[in-house]
DNA sequence: ATGACTGGATAGTCCAGA
């Protein structure tokens, strides 16, 4: 059985052009109970086909995971890093294009006041992917306020210190520009928006990293949280929290990058929609730059912002 | 309406989320 698997693993690396990887789908969500969102999350996995997905919020331990989900995973050709624990938090990485060099947890990173399970890393088709859910913050000022800024910079200084190719995909629990939350004035003084806060996230761009979905999308309206009240997500009042962050030779390998709103429909979603990124080797330069220069004409048909590419044939 | 919903732990409702 395993060799069965290794099989169908080198021979889809195959098909995506040998040792280097052409393309590559890596996707992020918040699903806020993996146990509640099993019914979400499969259909998910069949319909949009990702290489490499960071999940937070999953809320279980790591025997718990396995329990729920090892076999229908495993079938689909996906490795699991969990990191979790019991009710809370709860982080982790499925990848079909390889998961080594797992690290549970962020070297240097406070505890609140204990250690708690918000970051696990791989590395998957040569890239290393760092999934984080960073603490809320709950209230400007308060012990976990500090505790965010504090977790931010263990990230950042694990950023720095990396490997060129890197990805940090998560839940930043941070709005990066008012253009990133349905009303400015809703949320003064509140977390997510505070200076400090996006000065924090600033620091990760000044390590190199660089939010693909907003320099993909720079004038559009995008959320990837609406609150399950008052029909916030049926009248797009939500927020832009969930990145993917990107280092210069991941981004400009960027094709697209959009995110999963069709998840957030329906019945039973997470309060979270995926974000998605299709990478491509791009040797060829056929693949224009993430942003076009402001003279040139609007690129011929880039996918809706809801809606995936057609797949690579 | 400092609320509205959801998940988890608990065994009452409370905490946390963002």
Known sequence: MHDDLERWRRGLALWRGGSRLVRMRIATWNVNSVKQRVPRLLPWLDERRPDVVCLQETKLTDDAFSELLHEELTRRGYEVAAYGEPAWNGVAI?????????????????????????????????????????????????????????????LRDLVAAGPVEV??????????????????????????????????????????????VREHWPERRIFSYWDY???????????????????????????????????????GPSDHAPVIVDLDAAPDGDVGPVVPPPSAP????RAPIDQPLVPPT
Not at 169 to 193: K, L, R, W, Y
Not at 230 to 235: E, I, P, R, S, V
Not at 298 to 301: E, K, V
Request: glycine share 10%; hydrophobic share 45%.
């Open 94 to 154: 499925l990848s079909r294009v390889g998961l080594d060099a797992v690290v549970r947890g962020l070297e240097g990173a406070p505890g609140f006041p204990h250690p708690e399970a918000r970051a696990v890393a791989a590395t998957c088709g040569g890239v290393r992917v760092i999934c984080v859910y960073v603490p809320n913050g709950r209230s400007p000022g308060s012990a976990h306020y500090e505790y965010k800024l504090a977790w931010l910079e263990a």
């Open 167 to 212: 990805v940090v995909c998560g839940d930043m629990n941070i709005a990066p520009s008012d253009e990133d939350v349905f009303d400015p004035a809703a949320f003064v003084g509140q977390t997510h928006v505070t200076p400090p806060e996006r000065r924090a996230l600033a620091a990760l761009h000044d390590v190199g990293l660089h939010d693909v």
């Open 229 to 267: 009240r008052a029909g916030m997500f049926h009248k797009d009042l939500g927020m832009r929290i969930d990145l993917i962050l990107a280092s210069g030779p991941v981004a400009e390998r960027v094709r697209a990058a959009w995110v999963d709103r069709q998840a957030r429909k329906g019945k």
């Open 298 to 301: 609007a690129p011929p048909r």
